[in-house]
DNA sequence: CGTTGCGTTGATCTCTATCAAAAAAGGTGG
DNA sequence: CCACCTTTTTTGATAGAGATCAACGCAACG
């Protein structure tokens, strides 16, 4: 991607959207892309937080892993999430890892550049705040699941957030393996399992190559 | 508290150690001085967030209920943190409740007095960033600890970090009650209690009037 | 086709919550 | 300072949710 590209791509981000084309060439001079395939890693858990990400196009998952190679899944991030864009402004540690679970590209965008960027443009700082807040949110959230919620709210709260409207249909289709999000629910594939064949076995859901219809929405909330 | 008063008491958060007096002024004019009592609610989950708030004195507990009442603590405020700064940038609606677990005294910010001197003091932008990005780290590791290290290991993790080198001796005096140490560790009175006699005889701590004593900081390490 | 990883199912085990009750620690008012 | 009441903390016994271990079907893939 050479740089006018890198400046279009940059265009088309939320968080720069109010950013001038000045403003965007000189975020553009530093950024850089990085493709990477399924499996590699991006950023590692302890490493240096030089930069923050912007992912274009794939998905990558961040991560820890317990001292006996438990993982637990913090986020599955999807076409235009910024990435790690917290690790920059106090310590300079990546407090998670970071691979990508398909093949992805992503912008990279150094840390200096980007604390330039907020102490001349504060409507960036506003938006990264309010970015910042949402994943503030979002993690209050997850510890409020692990510790006063069963597997099966887990289950039912993430296939309400993830469903679709098709036609008069509820689905829900997983875009990540069972596997990770079994990780990303604080448990082990063979509890998801479980939990899916118990909301099948009474009739809250119907599994497909489709993916997982919601049969009666309202009901189905109810389980929350 | 006049305000006077409250212009000296802001100048002394850090948050805002970098403002001029004028800038002081501002948010002075429509900052408020709160008083509560143990017991009385600061703010509860859902409602409005139209102000944050610096603790200037007292302790406060933040935390979540489930449907069945049970309550999990995110966090137990001390003198000079901000309270629910995170709650004011995106949604406009606090995430959690917030009582106050001894007689405290707040400064109460309003929302739009500190959007515009964020707009206006790119200085303070980066400190709401740094503090965003601390609370997001802290998140993360206790949803860490929730999925995938045991009682003990969070309570070791809770001594370590909350620990006092008292001469050659390393203290830790709960400030919060057992309780709400439960709590906050995500289990139940009875279960740390449990967790505290197992140390106990094992001969990594003692508990007296004092508070906890970890008997041999570098064997206790490796418990984690 | 063998191999490898994922998903499901079954059996078992372990940690932690729950229930119950006693013991200890604070107040409070006389 | 003491008797009384309330709340916290501890201890014991039990139950339950979920992890672990093991085995098997199944699809992807070289």
Redesign the pocket.
Known sequence: MDNSNLHNALQNVFLFSSLDDHSINLIANSATRIDINKGELLFSDGEDACAFFILINGMVKVYKLSN?G?EQILHVHQSGDVIAEGAIFDKQKYPANCIAIQQSSLIRIPKNTFVEMIMTNPSVALKIMASYSKRLRMFVSMIEDF?L??????LVKYLLKNRKKNGTAHFCD?RI??????SLL????????????GLKNKGHIS?SDKGIEINDLEKFRTLL
């Open positions: 006996d438990n510790t919620k069963d597997i099966e709210q887990r997983l393996s069972k596997k990770e999000l079994a604080g448990t082990v594939p063979e509890t998801l399992s479980r939990a899916l064949t599994e």
